[in-house]
C-alpha cells in the first residue's frame, strides 16, 4: 500500500486525476493541503490542512502529489524535499534548469526521489509505437511531425497569466517537443529554427525545427487560441506512420496506429486508464529509473528554456 498525500486541488487533479486514483487498491490518500473551503470539500477519512508545516508532521505518508500553479512547482517541490518527502509533481516540474538541477542535489541528500508527471508515455498506445519503431518497421527513421494545439482562450486562466508560470511553451509546447526525448531517446538536439507568436508579451504558439544525433528532423508546432490538434506523423525509408491523440486523451480511451507500408495496416489498442499506469510506474520505480526520468526532463527543460530567449 502507497500512502499518498495531495498539495493543492488543481481541476485536473479534481477531474482526472483523482477519480483514478480511487480505483487503485494500492493508494490510500491520507491527507490534503489546500485554501480551498473545507465545508466544501467532501473527502471522507482524509485529513485537511492549510498550514504546509503542520501537513508535513504527518509521518504517514511517502510520496506527495503537488498539483499547484506552475510558478510553485519548484518551491513546492523543494519544500517536500527538504522535508524528506518523495514527489510526484505535475508538468512542468521547473521553469528553468537551475531549479531541476538543485531538485536533484535536494533529493540526493535526502535520499529521496521526484518526478515530473508526463501521462502519455505510460499508455499502451505510446509503449506499442515506440515498439514499433525500435523495431524500424518502417525502415530508419527520417522526419517526424508533430502537433498540439487547443481552442483554449480564457484570459483568466492560469494559461493566459505569465507570473503564474503561462505560456503555450510551458503547457501544449512541452508535449511535441518530449517526443523527440520519450519516443526516439534523442541525447543531442540541434535547433534548425524556430517562431514564437506572441500577444502582450506573452508565448501562445510556436514552432520548432531540429535534428538530432541520427539525423533525424523534427518538425514541432504547438498553440493555445487554435482548433484542436494533437497528432503525430512518422516518416522512415520504406513507410510511415500516423497516430491521433498521442498526447492528451480521456481518461479511458483506446486509440490506433495507422501504418502506410505496402497498403494501410491498422494497429488498434485497447482503452486503457494511463493515469493509473503513470502511478503504478512511479510509485514503484528506483533510483536507477529516477535518473533516468530527471535526465529526460532536463532535455525537454534544456529546449523549452532555449526557446524562451
Request: charged share 25%.
Amino acid at each position: 500500500m502507497y500512502f499518498l498525500s495531495i498539495w493543492s486541488l488543481s481541476t485536473h487533479f479534481l477531474k482526472k486525476v483523482l477519480p483514478s486514483i480511487k480505483l487503485n487498491k494500492k493508494i490510500k490518500i491520507v491527507s490534503i493541503l489546500t485554501n480551498k473551503d473545507k465545508k466544501n470539500l467532501k473527502f471522507k477519512n482524509i485529513n485537511l490542512y492549510n498550514d504546509k508545516r503542520k501537513f508535513f508532521l504527518n509521518k504517514n505518508f511517502d510520496y506527495v502529489y503537488i498539483s499547484s500553479i506552475n510558478s510553485e512547482h519548484y518551491e513546492n517541490c523543494k519544500y517536500a524535499l527538504e522535508n524528506k518527502k518523495n514527489v510526484i509533481c505535475e508538468k512542468p516540474i521547473c521553469l528553468k534548469k537551475s531549479q531541476l538541477q538543485n531538485l536533484k542535489k535536494i533529493a540526493d541528500k535526502n535520499k529521496r526521489i521526484f518526478h515530473e508527471v508526463i501521462q502519455y508515455i505510460h499508455h499502451p498506445l505510446f509503449i506499442r509505437l515506440k515498439k514499433i519503431i525500435n523495431n524500424q518497421i518502417i525502415g530508419k527513421i527520417l522526419y517526424v511531425d508533430s502537433n498540439f494545439k487547443v481552442p483554449i482562450n480564457d484570459k483568466k486562466n492560469f494559461r493566459f497569466i505569465k507570473k503564474l508560470g503561462g505560456g503555450a511553451l510551458n503547457d501544449v509546447g512541452f508535449y511535441p517537443i518530449s517526443i523527440m526525448f520519450t519516443l526516439f531517446d534523442s541525447e543531442k538536439i540541434k535547433i534548425l529554427n524556430s517562431n514564437i507568436l506572441k500577444q502582450n508579451n506573452l508565448d501562445i504558439a510556436g514552432n520548432v525545427k531540429t535534428q538530432n544525433e541520427n539525423k533525424i528532423i523534427f518538425n514541432l508546432s504547438w498553440g493555445l487560441k487554435s482548433l484542436y490538434k494533437n497528432n503525430i506523423r512518422i516518416y522512415g525509408e520504406t513507410g510511415s506512420i500516423e497516430v491521433d491523440f498521442i498526447f492528451s486523451k480521456q481518461v479511458l480511451q483506446n486509440g490506433k496506429i495507422n501504418i502506410f507500408k505496402n497498403g494501410k495496416k491498422i494497429i488498434k489498442i485497447n482503452k486503457s486508464n494511463q493515469i493509473n499506469s503513470a502511478f503504478q510506474s512511479m510509485l514503484s520505480s528506483n533510483k536507477k529509473q529516477f535518473n533516468k526520468n530527471f535526465e529526460t526532463s532536463m532535455k525537454i527543460l534544456k529546449i523549452i528554456e532555449s526557446l524562451k530567449k
